[in-house]
């Protein structure tokens, strides 16, 4: 009897970390980049009642009796999957089509990664996320500055005032993961490396697989807002079940003990 309890609070406790999962995913609804994740469950660990081989009769097996501890959420799967891209004729925003980060020095000189390409420069005029984070590698922007292309394959290029010609200053660099599952998100819109990412490859965006760059595009999130809404009433449901499952365990309890009245 108290097992059931227990084993529904675990069950409660879980649905309450997936509710947590589908509030941050609804919360960065309208945070560029962000990719949605999902929370995974387990099943917990298996107590043997009856063992198969006890109880055999000629040469048949009666099934095993065993009685599960609950359930507990054990990680959060991100969906890499690209969200749509929308247009702000800024042209300093760059969106990702396709694979692949752009990468940010932080300040203890570490590369983080991230598919925010809301850019803007610093006083030095070098291109920088809205936190102020440099990109690697680095490209200044001139101060005379009047006009400034970024095409599909990452070429930063610039027109001077007074000046005709566009003229190179720097190449956008994309970073690739055989498993972006695998990256650590950190906040601030940046994931950093891990052994279950494996070591990122580096190149120029439309070659080896990685995406094209978009200038004057920002990626949305590719968080499906009815979905997670079903996600939520679900959640809500199995909760409230395994709160009424605590409930019964408890009127059970009560029964037994008004047997000896």
């Given at each position: 009897m108290l097992r059931a309890i227990r084993t529904a609070a675990t069950g409660m406790s879980a649905q309450q970390a997936g509710v947590d999962n589908i509030a941050n995913n609804l919360a960065n609804a309208n945070t560029v980049g962000y990719k949605q994740s999902k929370i995974v469950f387990h099943d917990l660990l298996y107590q043997t009642i009856q063992a198969g081989s006890e109880g055999e009769a000629q040469g048949v097996q009666p099934a095993t009796m065993q009685m599960g501890h609950g359930a507990t959420a054990i990680a959060t799967v991100r969906n890499f999957t690209q969200g749509s891209l929308i247009e702000t004729g800024n042209a300093l925003d760059v969106a990702i089509n396709g694979d692949g980060f752009l990468q940010v020095r932080r300040p203890d000189g570490t590369v983080a990664y991230t598919r925010d390409g809301t850019l803007t420069?610093?006083?030095?005029?070098?291109?920088?996320?809205?936190?102020?984070?440099?990109?690697?590698?680095?490209?200044?922007?001139?101060?005379?500055?009047?006009?400034?292309?970024?095409?599909?394959?990452?070429?930063?290029?610039?027109?001077?005032?007074?000046?005709?010609?566009?003229?190179e200053v720097g190449q956008l660099e994309l970073a690739r993961f055989v498993n972006p599952a695998g990256l650590n998100p950190i906040g601030g819109n940046l994931y950093e490396q891990t052994q279950a990412s494996g070591e990122p490859t580096i190149g120029t965006p439309g070659?080896?697989?990685?995406?094209?760059?978009?200038?004057?595009?920002?990626?949305?999130a590719n968080v499906d807002v009815v979905q997670e809404m079903v996600n939520l009433i679900t959640a809500q449901r199995t909760y409230e079940l395994n709160s009424k499952m605590v409930t019964t365990g408890e009127e059970m309890l009560q029964i037994a003990n008004n047997m000896k009245r």
């Amino acid at each position: 009897m108290l097992r059931a309890i227990r084993t529904a609070a675990t069950g409660m406790s879980a649905q309450q970390a997936g509710v947590d999962n589908i509030a941050n995913n609804l919360a960065n609804a309208n945070t560029v980049g962000y990719k949605q994740s999902k929370i995974v469950f387990h099943d917990l660990l298996y107590q043997t009642i009856q063992a198969g081989s006890e109880g055999e009769a000629q040469g048949v097996q009666p099934a095993t009796m065993q009685m599960g501890h609950g359930a507990t959420a054990i990680a959060t799967v991100r969906n890499f999957t690209q969200g749509s891209l929308i247009e702000t004729g800024n042209a300093l925003d760059v969106a990702i089509n396709g694979d692949g980060f752009l990468q940010v020095r932080r300040p203890d000189g570490t590369v983080a990664y991230t598919r925010d390409g809301t850019l803007t420069r610093n006083a030095e005029g070098m291109l920088v996320t809205q936190s102020g984070l440099p990109l690697e590698p680095d490209i200044a922007i001139p101060e005379n500055t009047v006009e400034i292309h970024i095409s599909q394959d990452g070429l930063v290029s610039v027109r001077l005032q007074n000046e005709p010609d566009m003229v190179e200053v720097g190449q956008l660099e994309l970073a690739r993961f055989v498993n972006p599952a695998g990256l650590n998100p950190i906040g601030g819109n940046l994931y950093e490396q891990t052994q279950a990412s494996g070591e990122p490859t580096i190149g120029t965006p439309g070659q080896d697989g990685l995406g094209t760059l978009m200038q004057g595009y920002l990626e949305a999130a590719n968080v499906d807002v009815v979905q997670e809404m079903v996600n939520l009433i679900t959640a809500q449901r199995t909760y409230e079940l395994n709160s009424k499952m605590v409930t019964t365990g408890e009127e059970m309890l009560q029964i037994a003990n008004n047997m000896k009245r």
